[in-house]
C-alpha cells in the first residue's frame, strides 16, 4: 500500500488530555487506573476515568447529541489544535472529499441505561427527550464528529469490538486508494457505562486490581474510556523528519470462538504478517510492537505465540493497557497515537504492573521504559470473535531512507 501520513494526531484518556499529557504520563511510568467508583457500581475492579467528562458541553447546534461518548469526542478534538486543524485541511481539499471513519463498542448506551431508568412505571415508554439514533446508535458518533467538523465525505461506523478504532486505518486507506476521498478523519471513542462494567465482569474478565499484562499471575483486564483522532492523507514528498506514516494495516478473522481467541493466534499472526507485506517489509524491521496485551490469560498466550512465530523473541514488545486500560472499540485509536508519540520521543514505554513476566511467553517483554531510537513500530488490535487488525507505523525519515 502507499504510505499515508498521519498529519495530526490527539487523544484523550486516563492517562491525560492531549499528545503532551499522554507522552508525560508514559515517561513518567504513571499508571491512571484507580478503584472503580463509576455510578456507583458495585465492582471489584480498577477502570481508567477521563476526568472532566461531565463538564463538556457540546456546541449548541448539536445539543441533541449530548451524551458521555459524544462529550469525551468533543473533549478529544479539542486537544491539540485538531479541530482547527481538521477545518483548515476540510476547506483545502471540499467538505466532499473528507471521510470520516470512527471505531467504537458501545457507543452512547449509558444514555440508554439512564433512559431506561427514568421509563414510565405504567407503559414502560422510554423519556421522551430520549433519541437513540443521535446518542447511542452505533453511527452517533460518526454523525457527530462529521457534523462538529463540517464534512460531508463518506462516513463509516465500525464494530468489530476492540479493533474497532484500529480497522477505522485501514478502511481510509481503502479509500484514499479507490480515490474516493483526498483526506480522513480517524478515530474511536468508548466511554465508560455499567453495561460494559458488568458485562465484562459477568465474562470473568475484569481484574480485582490493575491489570497485568503477561504478568505469570496475570488475572483480566482494567476497562478504561478514551478517545484518539487522526488527519490521513496520502504521504507523497510532503512529510518529513519526525512527521508518523501509516506504511502498512493487516486484518483477519479468526472465526474461532465468539469471545476466545485462537490458542496459537493465528488469526492475529495473519494480520501482523498482512500489515508487514503491505509496507513491503520483513519481520526483521520492526523496532518495537505495542502488544494488545489485555492481561487475560488466553488472550495474552494467544498473542504471545502469534508474535513468538513471525518475529521470534528478540523484538522488544510490551502492552500500554497496564497505564492506561483497556479502552474496548478506542483501544486502537489511543494506542496508534501512542505509538506516533514513542517514534517521536524515541520511547519504548515499559509495561506497568507486570511484576513477574510469564516465562511460558516467548517474547521479549519490556517491564520498563527504554530509549533507543525507532524507526518502525507495530501496534495490535484484536477484538472478540477473532477480528484482528494490526497497524505499522514509522517515522517519515526513516521511511524515506528505507
Known amino acids: 500500500m502507499d504510505a499515508l501520513w498521519i498529519r495530526h494526531f490527539t487523544a484523550a484518556s486516563a492517562l491525560g488530555l492531549g499528545c503532551e499529557a499522554t507522552r508525560a504520563a508514559l515517561q513518567s511510568g504513571r499508571s491512571a487506573l484507580a478503584p472503580c467508583s463509576f455510578q456507583g457500581a458495585q465492582l471489584r475492579t480498577w477502570v481508567g476515568e477521563v476526568a472532566g467528562v461531565d463538564a463538556v458541553r457540546l456546541p449548541a447546534a448539536l445539543a441533541d447529541y449530548d451524551c458521555r461518548n459524544n462529550r469525551l469526542a468533543q473533549l478529544a478534538l479539542s486537544q491539540d489544535g485538531f479541530a482547527e486543524l481538521a477545518r483548515e485541511r476540510i476547506a483545502r481539499w471540499g467538505a466532499r472529499r ?7 463498542s458501545t457507543s452512547g448506551v449509558r444514555e440508554t441505561e439512564i433512559a431506561y431508568r427514568q421509563r414510565d412505571t405504567q ?6 427527550g430520549f433519541e437513540y439514533r443521535r446518542v447511542h446508535n452505533a453511527f452517533a458518533l460518526t454523525d457527530y464528529v462529521r457534523r462538529a467538523l463540517g464534512t460531508l465525505g463518506p462516513a463509516v461506523t ?8 484500529a480497522k477505522v486505518f485501514a478502511a481510509a486507506q481503502r479509500m484514499l486508494a479507490a480515490d474516493l476521498i483526498d483526506a480522513a478523519v480517524v478515530g474511536g471513542v468508548d466511554s465508560l457505562c455499567l453495561t460494559t462494567l458488568y458485562g465484562f465482569q459477568s ?5 480485582p486490581g490493575p491489570c497485568r499484562p503477561f504478568d505469570r499471575s496475570r488475572d483480566g483486564l482494567s476497562i478504561s474510556e478514551a478517545a484518539g483522532f487522526a488527519w490521513l492523507e496520502r504521504a507523497g514528498d510532503q512529510s518529513e523528519g519526525s512527521d508518523i ?4 494495516a493487516g486484518e483477519s478473522s479468526d472465526a474461532h470462538h465468539m469471545s476466545s481467541p485462537h490458542p496459537e493466534g493465528a488469526g492475529a499472526r495473519r494480520a501482523m504478517q498482512a500489515a508487514l507485506q503491505a509496507a513491503q ?6 523496532d518495537y510492537i505495542n502488544l494488545h496485551g489485555t492481561g487475560t490469560p488466553s488472550n495474552d498466550a494467544a498473542e504471545a505465540r502469534a508474535v513468538h512465530a513471525l518475529f521470534g523473541s528478540a523484538v522488544p514488545c510490551s502492552s500500554t493497557k497496564g497505564a492506561s486500560g483497556h479502552a474496548l472499540g478506542a483501544a486502537g485509536a489511543l494506542e496508534a ?4 508519540l514513542a517514534l517521536q520521543a524515541a520511547l519504548m514505554p515499559g509495561g506497568l504492573n507486570t511484576r513477574e513476566p510469564d516465562e511460558s ?5 519490556l517491564t520498563a521504559n527504554q530509549r533507543a531510537p525507532l524507526a518502525r513500530v507495530l501496534s495490535n488490535s484484536f477484538g472478540f470473535g477473532g477480528a484482528n487488525c494490526a497497524l505499522l507505523f514509522a517515522r517519515a525519515d526513516a521511511a524515506r531512507s528505507g
Not at 98 to 104: I, L, S
Not at 123 to 128: F, H, K, Y
Not at 337 to 340: G, K, L, Q, R
Open 337 to 340: 497515537v501512542i505509538c506516533a
Open 281 to 286: 517489509l520483513d519481520a526483521r524491521d520492526v
Open 123 to 128: 407503559t414502560g415508554a422510554l423519556p421522551p
Open 361 to 365: 511467553l516467548p517474547v521479549h517483554y
Open 158 to 165: 465500525i464494530c468489530t469490538a476492540c479493533s474497532s478504532s
Open 98 to 104: 473528507v471521510g470520516v471513519f470512527m471505531g467504537t
Open 203 to 207: 465474562l470473568q474478565l475484569t481484574a
Open 245 to 248: 506514516l501509516l506504511l502498512g
